[in-house]
């Protein structure tokens, strides 16, 4: 049985609702953060889609110990809520430890649990006993029929509420691959299933002292992920991703969000048996 996922005031149906997580990788400024929430906004009205605010306020996973982190939880918190209540969009984040839950999950829509912390226990369980949905990031490390475990500790709560993300899996050194068997694999457990374009084409500590990434490719990966059964995108857009202090290198640019979500929807409709 697959379940129907709600969000706020949206409803995930899987094989019917195509669906989109954006935002920048974290919070660099409170302008940035809210011009992209108010494209975003823009974007779910054009094209009649739900669209998830995500950034992060803490990145707590960064290759090196001068990366940027974002400005913490209750400054980073503070400008989620803003854009919440701005563009009425609902929003995500991630979370690192258990004693962020109480206050991340007072604004958060969807608490997301990122793909090396998803064997945490006592992580995973604390996040879903606030009720709100659970995006599970599949490890890089983790076949993705593996992720039954992580998804078993999130039903134990009862909470059902559950979202799957594929985000690549370690290829040797500084590189990711995406194993498209991995998104059916995922959706036989009954929830929906979201494909992250982004950090699927991340090179994980490329740079030495900071991750690269190839968005030159998220387009082709983007297509074949809807294709073969993903309900959902997740990408990291940025005004300007060469000058982004997280995640740059597999980040979006603004003007070419649109036309990839437009070829995004056909395959959809397409493939699920709809009229595009």
Known sequence: MTRIITIGDLSLIPGDTFFVIGGPCVIEDEATT???????????????????????????NRTSIGSFRGPGPKRGLEIIN??????????????????????????????????????????????????????LKKGQFMSPWDMKNSLDKVLSTGNRNVL??????????????????????????????????????????????????????????????????????FMEIHPDPDSALCDGPNSLQLDTVWPLITILKDIYQVTRGHKP
């Open 34 to 60: 809210l011009r992209v929430a108010e494209f975003l906004k823009q974007t779910a009205d054009h094209f009649d889609i739900p669209v998830i605010f995500k950034t992060s306020y803490d990145k707590a």
């Open 164 to 233: 799957i993300t594929e985000r690549g899996s370690c290829f040797g050194y500084n590189n990711l691959i995406v194993d498209m068997r991995s998104i059916p694999v995922m959706k036989d457990f009954g929830f929906p299933v979201v494909f992250d374009a982004t950090h699927s084409v991340q090179l994980p500590g490329g740079k030495g002292t900071s991750s690269g990434g190839q968005r030159e490719f998220v387009t082709y990966l983007s297509k074949a992920a809807t294709a073969a059964g993903a309900d959902g995108i």
């Open 82 to 135: 803003r854009v919440k209540k701005e563009t009425g969009l609902p929003v995500l984040s991630d979370v690192h430890s258990a004693n962020e839950i109480d206050m991340a999950s007072k604004v958060l829509d969807v608490i997301q649990i990122p793909a090396f912390l998803c064997r945490q226990t006592d992580l995973v369980v604390r996040a879903a006993e606030t009720g709100l949905t659970v995006n």
